[in-house]
T-cell receptor
Framework: GAVVSQHPSRVICKSGTSVKIECRSL??????MFWYRQFPKQSLMLMAT?????????EQGVEKDKFLINHASLTLSTLTVTSAHPEDSSFYIC?????????????FGEGSRLTVL | DAKTTQPNSMESNEEEPVHLPCNHS???????IHWYRQLPSQGPEYVIH???SNVNNRMASLAIAEDRKSSTLILHRATLRDAAVYYC??????????????FGTGTRLQVTL
């Protein structure tokens, strides 16, 4: 099956620093990727839709200047948490569908756990 | 997005069938019914999806009510590895690859020996 990989799987940073999380579709091309955030014991919350070659579409309440998304190629999207603070500590998960041969299935990465000290 | 309602939790014994219900009374004609599951500390995993007819795959079966206002995910023989949170989600796949999935609270399935 298709594989979506995230890196890093875990990251710890100091308050005020920026952290970049990569999301790669390893064996398929994805014109659209999705970024989710999940706090402990809660469900996934969609943050934004990442579009290859154009600006991301953010969900209501998600600060676009805080969570920078870049989708420069058909296999890579990045999420940068800028000036991270402890309240940004969360499990960040990306997902993607095949650009061609789409069966409707959304493939998810393993997630990246961010801890801001 | 049309909403779904699922029980917060369910329990099952290993090797027994499990029926996970989902209500979606406001489903539209173009909404597909998706099921994903999430194991602890992992990203969600696709289980199955359907539109009107019942669906079977190697993981599970999806039974869709005739009026489409409810559906049931069936795990034929639960194992300890099936312990996860199961999400029932509606999405209009006619919007193509940009079709979003909005997760609800899901059902936490516990499987015991």
């Amino acid at each position: 099956g298709a594989v979506v990989s995230q890196h890093p799987s875990r990251v710890i940073c100091k308050s005020g620093t920026s952290v970049k999380i990569e999301c790669r579709s390893l064996d398929f091309q994805a014109t659209t990727m999705f970024w989710y955030r999940q706090f402990p014991k809660q469900s996934l919350m969609l943050m934004a839709t990442s579009n290859e070659g154009s600006k991301a579409t953010y969900e209501q309440g998600v600060e676009k200047d805080k969570f920078l998304i870049n989708h420069a190629s058909l296999t890579l999207s990045t999420l940068t948490v800028t000036s991270a603070h402890p309240e940004d500590s969360s499990f960040y998960i990306c997902s993607a569908r095949r650009a061609s041969g789409n069966t409707g299935e959304l493939f998810f990465g393993e997630g990246s756990r961010l801890t801001v000290l | 997005d049309a909403k779904t309602t699922q029980p917060n939790s369910m329990e099952s014994n290993e090797e027994e069938p499990v029926h996970l219900p989902c209500n979606h009374s406001t489903i539209s004609g173009t909404d597909y019914i998706h099921w994903y599951r999430q194991l602890p500390s992992q990203g969600p995993e696709y289980v199955i999806h359907g539109l009107t007819s019942n669906v079977n795959n190697r993981m599970a079966s999806l039974a869709i009510a005739e009026d489409r206002k409810s559906s049931t995910l069936i795990l034929h023989r639960a194992t300890l590895r099936d312990a996860a949170v199961y999400y029932c989600i509606l999405s209009d796949l006619n919007t193509g690859t940009a079709s979003k999935l909005t997760f609800g609270t899901g059902t936490r399935l516990q499987v015991t020996l």
